[in-house]
């Protein structure tokens, strides 16, 4: 504060969840860029998982929160310190369901 003073305020929801949005498109793009430096392939195919708890249950589920195709030439086309990592998944086939008030919801896989 002015006076120097420490103030905390929690984190609302949305600014949270499109934290995480981030976090998880930036770890799929850093995977494929990881696998694209030690594979000679053209394509890799991820899935990021979430621990969501089934409502109908009552019980904690492994669900797919992401799924995304990536090529090597697109990805190489990016400017990568200049994009944001979430717009960036238009630039590939993906299948993600976020919402901004509940974050993400579970997808198909895409299958190769």
């Not at 694209?36 to 409502?55: C, G, K, M």
């Not at 697109?74 to 919402?99: G, I, K, P, Y």
């Amino acid at each position: 504060t002015k006076t120097g003073k420490l103030s905390v305020r929690e984190m609302t929801k949305t600014a949270y969840y499109q934290l995480e949005q981030d976090y998880v498109c930036s770890c799929a793009i850093r995977i494929a860029r990881d696998l694209f430096a030690l594979l000679p392939v053209s394509r890799v195919l991820i899935h990021a998982t979430d621990e969501q708890l089934n409502t109908a249950t009552g019980y904690p589920e492994r669900v797919t929160i992401l799924s995304v195709l990536i090529d090597r030439p697109t990805l190489e086309r990016l400017n990568l310190d200049q994009m944001d990592c979430s717009d960036a998944m238009v630039n590939f086939q993906h299948r993600m369901r976020f919402l901004k008030t509940r974050g993400f919801q579970p997808v198909e896989r895409l299958t190769p």
